[in-house]
């Protein structure tokens, strides 16, 4: 069978079937596409996760780095202050690109072993400068003897980012800063995982709102304080431990010579408000109608230089850049800083606390306090004589006491004394005789008249008899700014006899009643001991006042011989060739209801020559005048003259004979001494207080002579001159402590040197006396017109040499009184509790970095009118009512600084002529001085630096910029992250019982981010 061939076909298809397939690759190519976008979203996500992450741990290492950078600062502040007598300064060192920067702030350190300065770079990147034996501000300038050694080179890249670190006040200069890696360890080596750079701030150098600015002038307008009898400069005793008398004003009114500001006033008003550092910002925008203050509108108070972003309104710019907050106070061990002037030691010495022996003194019965008050002078001398072995040797021909170490120490005691009666509560002084006298608040004699009378002759029961008298006269001069009230009582001292026809009487045995043909008919004097007292007389005297007190004549009954016998004067003469070379006067005092107490005597006896033939005529009667601290002879006509400055505290030292004085031509009772017969302008003719090394004020004086010896001391129309207000030259406090070491320079300082270096009795000139040269001789025959030299120009003898270079004074203070400044301290004497007053620690608040200080702060700290001193005329340095004075101080403490203590002011502060700015004066001719001024003024700028000024600080203000970085294979660096942050930080001591510093407590009161 045969089959034949089947046409070929295309397979049929299935419809349904084909529909499904085509669904089926169509799902499956969505599927595939969404699997891939799921895949790739979830890879970007990954992605994108990871860079956040990667982000994140960048900006967290960044903040790791900031923290790090915190931590070594605050480590590097830490070890910086434990060291209590460290200085902290500001610094410009050299920079790669010698562009300004802000300064760099530095510690420093004195090793006593080494005697070298060590110091320590607070700021990343910098390496330390090297020691060096003096204190100094560049220690790797070329003017200083080297080249630059502590600037690190930075790399290209560190010197791009050098310039990114931030600033904490807009506009401020770019600081000087590097680099400090952190880094990981690799099997090959180290990688760059994190860097910071940090650089600090004294707060302490700005002003601080907290304590700047006072409203006690007229209309609420800031002023310094008044006159009064205990003013400390730069201390408020009305608003206890408040250091408000630095002048706000002067940022919002630089040229203002006086506080108009209403700005001013409106922020001190509101101080309280004032919590935070910007919320001055808030009480000046804000108005205020309970106190009229009318606001200011943001869009001009707020407004900015878009490139420097510094604000446009120069006074709010100044509180925004020149001002500080509220700042924690904090106390601080007082100790002797290392300065060279005192004796090498190896621990750290505290300075003596001389409140704690005014309490002692205070708190004293009058039955302890003599023994008390020999204890306390002998500490004092013996905390000086430790640390400035040399410093005694100021005394010069100092006469009292038996060796030359014996009188040195008993000068130092002189001082001691002098201090303690400067502040304690009584008005005696403290006096040792042969030894030392402090002064207080009595009168002192400024003349002094024996008078010698024949008073009448008549017969009785057959015998003539005589009268004759001796008077005592004192002239009392009140030269201290405390009123004197109390009595007095002069010792009677007369030596020799009296002649009255066939009668011989020595005057001695008239007072014992042992001659037979003579005794005392009235006014005997009291008999204590060996010495014969007239009866007390009241005394009051208003400071810089004279007057003369005439004391009971002791009046002779003498028998002469018989009534036949006609005889008609008597003749006095001294044991001593005619003369009375051993007696003197003696002055008590006591205020109402105590006993005498010896205030005033000289060392030495004085002249007083013979007087023959006193009758009842015109030879009636005659003085024996001296005049004490001015006019002193071994004898009447021997040409041995050592004549004087006037100073009556001088008399108790010199040790001279006073001279005897013509009382008709030299004579000037109720007023300062002017001796008519002297010609004018000689050095001993009249007491000139203005010429005196330490100034005051010249009195007035009599304008005519007395002109007859039957008109006495105290008869009209000789009647005392009133006072003088504000012409006293011995300023005192009495307030039973004190408030400031630099109240020392009101303290009397008896210096004894021969002037003009010549022959001992050729007569010096004012000009000599005013400040003693490497001439000068140490002379016991000199004396007076000097308070301690502080805040004013030392005398060139015990000032620090000048260095080599211009202007630049070695820092060697081992003669200087401003030493003496930096051996004591007061403890916090505003404070109720005796602990702290008499304790180790001074109290820090608001007290301003001299050493960082900015220009405009220094400016607030010297402004203002000289308020001391009511009558004296503007100084050399620009009316002390303008504010142009304080440009001066400002620039001349740049010039100087660092400063290793406030103390060192006055040797260091120099003005554009090179010469001594604080408290210069000028003689001009031979008896004008400009200024014109007593100590308490010439002292005033100094007190008002010293009292608000300290030389180190625990407030700053940390910047610190962190970096995270990564390195590529190919070895760059790259930066992931950076932050930047500021903190205030406070650096609070935390001491164990003994008060030594145990560590210290780091308080962020600030942080924000930059």
């Known amino acids: 069978m045969k089959f034949a061939p089947t046409p070929c076909t295309s397979p049929r298809r299935d419809p349904e079937r084909s529909r499904s397939g085509g669904f089926t690759l169509v799902a499956t190519l969505l599927l595939l596409a969404t699997l891939t976008l799921i895949v790739t979203g979830l890879l970007a996500l990954t992605t994108r996760e990871t860079q956040v992450t990667a982000a994140y741990d960048a900006i967290a290492k960044a903040e790791l780095a900031v923290q790090a950078g915190l931590a070594q600062a605050a480590s590097r502040l830490d070890t910086a202050l434990r060291d209590e007598t460290c200085v902290i300064f500001a610094a410009s060192p050299a920079t790669p690109d010698d562009e300004p920067r802000l300064p760099v702030l530095l510690s420093a350190h004195f090793d006593p072993v080494g005697r070298l300065w060590n110091y320590q770079t607070l700021a990343s990147g910098r390496a330390d400068p090297p020691p060096s034996e003096r204190l100094q501000a560049q220690p790797d300038s070329p003017q200083n003897g080297g080249e630059t050694i502590w600037r690190q080179q930075p790399t290209p890249e560190e010197t791009l980012a050098l310039t990114r670190h931030p600033v904490a006040s807009p506009g401020q200069l770019a600081p000087p800063v590097g680099w400090e890696n952190l880094q990981v360890p690799l099997e090959d080596g180290v990688q760059l995982t994190a860097r910071y750079c940090y650089h600090l701030e004294d707060l302490q150098g700005r002003l601080n709102l907290g304590h700047a600015g006072n409203l006690d002038g007229e209309t609420l307008r800031h002023t310094r304080q008044p ?171 100092y006469p009292l006491g038996g060796s030359e170490d014996e009188r040195r120490f008993n000068y130092l005691q002189c001082l001691a004394a002098g201090i303690l009666d400067y502040a304690d509560s009584d008005s005696y002084p403290l006096l040792v005789e042969g030894a030392y006298r402090g002064t207080d608040a009595h009168p002192l004699v400024t003349e002094q008249w024996q008078r010698y009378r024949f008073e009448r002759t008549y017969t009785e029961g057959g015998d003539r008899f005589i009268e004759f008298s001796i008077s005592t006269y004192l002239e009392l001069w009140n030269p201290t700014n405390l009123p004197v009230q109390g009595r007095v009582q002069a010792a009677f001292e007369c030596r020799g006899q009296l002649t009255a026809g066939a009668g011989l009487f020595q005057i001695d045995e008239l007072l014992e009643g042992t001659h037979p043909d003579g005794r005392v008919h009235s006014g005997l004097p009291l008999r204590e001991g060996d010495q014969w007292w007239h009866a007390s007389l009241p005394v009051e005297l208003q400071p810089a006042q004279f007057n003369v007190a005439c004391f009971e004549p002791v009046v002779f009954r003498l028998r002469s011989g018989p009534a036949s016998l006609i005889t008609r004067s008597v003749d006095y003469a001294g044991p001593d060739e005619g003369r009375d070379r051993q007696s003197r006067y003696r002055l008590r005092y006591a205020v109402t209801g105590d006993s005498p107490v010896l205030v005033d005597q000289p060392l030495r006896a004085l002249d007083r020559p013979a007087w023959f033939g006193l009758d009842s005529g015109s030879r009636r009667q005659r003085f024996n005048t001296t005049l004490p601290g001015m006019s002193y002879s071994e004898g009447f006509g021997s040409g041995r003259y050592a004549d004087n400055l006037g100073d009556p505290r001088a008399a108790f030292f010199i040790d001279h004979p006073q001279d005897q004085v013509n009382y008709e031509n030299g004579s000037s009772p109720g007023s300062r001494n002017l001796r008519f017969n002297i010609a004018a302008g000689a050095f001993h003719r009249e007491c000139l207080p203005h010429l005196w090394p330490d100034g005051g004020h010249s009195t007035m004086a009599r304008k005519n002579r007395i002109g007859s010896n039957l008109r006495n001391p105290d008869e009209p129309p000789i009647p005392p001159l009133p006072p003088s207000v504000g012409q006293h030259v011995q300023h005192l406090s009495n307030l039973g402590r004190l408030f400031s070491v630099s109240e020392l320079g009101h303290v009397f300082d008896p210096v004894m040197w021969d002037a003009n270096g010549g022959s001992e009795f050729d007569t010096p000139s004012h000009r000599a006396n005013a400040d003693l040269t490497t001439t000068a001789l140490p002379s016991s025959k000199y004396c007076g017109g000097h308070s301690l030299r502080i805040g004013r120009p030392e005398h060139r003898r015990f000032r620090p040499a000048k260095n080599t270079s211009p202007g630049i004074l070695l820092r060697d203070r081992r003669f200087c009184a401003t030493s003496l400044l930096d051996l004591f301290h007061c403890g916090q004497p505003f404070s109720s509790d005796a602990a702290d007053r008499e304790g180790d620690y001074v109290r820090i608040d608001g007290h301003i970095n001299l050493n960082t200080a900015t220009r405009d702060t220094l400016r607030a700290l010297a402004a203002g009118r000289l308020v001391m001193d009511p009558v004296s005329i503007p100084p050399r340095i620009n009316p002390p009512w303008q504010v142009r004075q304080a440009d001066v101080v400002a620039d001349a403490i740049l010039r100087a600084r660092p400063f290793l203590t406030p103390a060192e002011l006055p040797e260091q502060l120099l003005d554009a002529d090179g010469e001594l700015l604080l408290g210069h004066s000028e003689r001009i001719g031979g008896n004008e001085v400009r200024p014109e001024w007593n100590d308490a003024a010439a002292e005033e700028i100094f007190a008002r630096l010293f009292n608000g000024s300290t030389v180190r600080s625990r407030h700053f203000r940390l910047v610190v910029t962190g970096q995270c970085c990564r390195t590529t294979r190919n070895g760059e660096v790259r930066m992931l992250a950076t932050r930047s942050r500021s903190f205030d930080l406070f650096l609070k001591p935390v001491r164990g019982k003994d008060g030594n510093l145990l560590r210290h407590e780091l308080q962020i009161l600030r942080s924000r981010q930059i």
């Open 227 to 397: 006159p009064l009898p205990h003013a400390v400069p730069g201390l408020h005793l009305g608003r206890p431990g408040v250091l408000d008398q630095s002048a706000l004003f002067t940022l919002l009114e630089p040229a203002a010579e006086s506080d108009h500001s209403d700005a001013a006033r409106h922020l001190l008003r509101n101080r309280p408000l004032q919590l935070s550092p910007d919320l001055w910002k808030q009480v000046l925008l804000q108005p205020d109608p309970h106190w009229n203050w009318p606001g200011m509108p943001p869009e001009r108070a707020l407004a900015r230089d878009p490139i420097s972003r510094r604000l446009l309104d120069p006074a709010w710019r100044s509180l925004e850049e020149q001002t500080v907050s509220r700042l924690p106070a904090y106390e601080e061990l007082a100790l002797i800083p290392p300065d060279p002037a005192f004796a090498p030691r190896t621990a750290t010495a505290r300075k003596l606390n001389l409140n704690r022996l005014l309490g002692r003194l205070e708190r004293a019965t009058p039955a302890e306090r003599p023994a008390l008050a020999r204890s306390a002078v002998a500490e004092i001398a013996t905390h000086i004589r430790s640390f400035l072995p040399d410093f005694s040797r100021r005394c010069g021909g």
